[in-house]
Each structure stands twice: as C-alpha cells, then as structure tokens.
C-alpha cells in the first residue's frame, strides 16, 4: 500500500524520492539513499524497496551498483537471491540520471510504474492505474519546478487520483508520507520530512515543506556565517509561536 515518486536531474545537481503509505513507521524500511552525503556524487542513489518490502534489497543493489554492476545484472541477482522477488516492487535514481524499476507479479494490485525523463512513478494497491499515471504525468509537466516542489506536486496528484485502495475496505486514507532531496550546496539534505500517523499524511507534508523551507537561511548562516545565526533565528520562533 505504498506509492512514490523520485526523479534525478544531474544538470541541476538534484535528486529525491517523495512516498506515503497507510503503514505506520515505514521509514525505517523505505526509502533507502547512499552515497549522497557529505557531498554530491554522481554514484549516489536513491531507492525504495516496497509492496511487500525487502530493504535487504536496496542495501543489496548499493553494495552491486558500487562495484559497477548495471541494474539489469542487478536485477538478476536479486531475483537469484530473493525467493519472493515477484513479490517486490523496486525504484531507483541515481544522481548520474539513470532510472530502474521492477514491479513483481505477484505484488498488490493494482501495481505499476512508469519510467519517464529522468524520473519514475511507482506505486502498489492503488486504485487502479490512475495514480501512478497522474504522477507520471506531473512529474513531467513539474521537470522547471524545484526538485521537492516537482515532487511534491506528483505525490498530491496521485493521492487526488485515488490514491490507496483496499478492495474489501475501499479507500483507504495515507498517514506516513516522507520528502527527500539532496544537492549539492550543503553537507546535510536539502529537504528531509516525515509525517507520521496522520489520516491526511501528504497534506500535513506540504504544509511540513512550506515551513521547513523557512529554517534554511538560518542553517546556511550557522554553517558558513556563524556571526550572522541569531540574525536569521528568530523564524524558528515564528514557526513555533504560530503553532500555539
């Protein structure tokens, strides 16, 4: 029960996954990044492991892509190792701009992705095709918008789209939803949010990621200007005095 988007664009130094799932807690199994921290690399990636999850897999695909494996020579070692594989659904960027996914037989339906420039939507026990489609398509039209914001904007299209859905329950609502992207300009994320046990998940993220956008003046002066820390700290104070 788990849809997602990520999208890389190496021109721009960009690169990062948005997802939510009715599953409480499921960032401690998807997504799944390396190779992107202190700094920009072009090796880096970004995967989720899903449907039914094996993050053994993403760690798995880190140790092969780092030896100089394809993600065709990859994906056989995998499905060599993983007895359940058609039970997987997997998406990855790399920093560099390449783009694999791999949805299994046997995951939930409706289940699907779609590979497009520089990005793929992917998702399991949606309500139909729908979803995934309509976040292709926004992650096409977004390609000017800002690495989260293109993202963002895909992940609120395939909630409108449908979203979840349980053929027995019907819809079913998303309460874990996560937005990272990495650059260059920084030693930490450029965005790294998480919504956690709330029945409007992808909501509560964007109006997460229109505040948290606020701090980051006030980190790019404590790391490279700390004189200048107390001039930009008073928005955390706005931020929480507005939620009193």
């Known amino acids: 029960m788990t849809y997602a988007v990520l999208a890389t664009n190496p021109e721009r130094r960009e690169i990062g996954i948005a997802l939510c799932t009715i599953t409480l807690n ?5 997504p799944l990044h390396h190779g992107l921290l202190p700094m920009w690399n ?3 990636l970004i995967v989720t492991a899903q449907a039914t999850a094996n993050p053994m897999n993403a760690h798995k695909m880190f140790a092969l892509w780092d030896e100089g494996r394809s993600f065709q020579e990859i994906e056989n070692k995998l499905a060599g190792e993983d007895d359940y594989f058609s039970w997987r659904q997997i998406g990855a960027v790399s920093a560099g701009g390449e783009i694999y996914g791999y949805t299994g037989d046997d ?5 699907s992705h779609i590979i497009g420039n520089g ?6 026990f949606c309500q139909g095709a729908a979803p995934v489609q309509a976040m292709a398509a926004a992650l096409e039209d977004g ?3 800002s690495m989260a914001e293109r993202l963002l904007t895909a992940l609120e299209a395939g909630r409108d789209a449908g979203g979840q ?5 019907g819809h079913v609502p998303e309460v874990f939803a996560t937005l990272m992207v990495f650059d260059d300009k920084q030693p930490w994320p450029a965005v790294d949010l998480r919504v956690e046990l709330d029945l ?4 509560k993220l964007r109006r997460l990621y229109e505040q948290a956008r606020r701090i980051d003046p006030m980190l790019e002066a404590m790391y490279r200007d700390p004189e200048r820390t107390f001039d930009e700290y008073h928005v955390v104070y706005d931020i929480v005095d507005a939620q009193v």
């Open 200 to 203: 409007h998940a992808v909501a």
């Open 107 to 111: 995951a939930f339906d409706h289940k």
């Open 143 to 145: 390609r000017e918008e």
């Open 42 to 44: 072009e090796r880096g």
């Open 165 to 169: 859905f349980d053929p027995e329950r």
């Open 119 to 124: 990005s793929i939507a992917i998702g399991n």
């Open 26 to 30: 499921a960032g401690r199994i998807t």
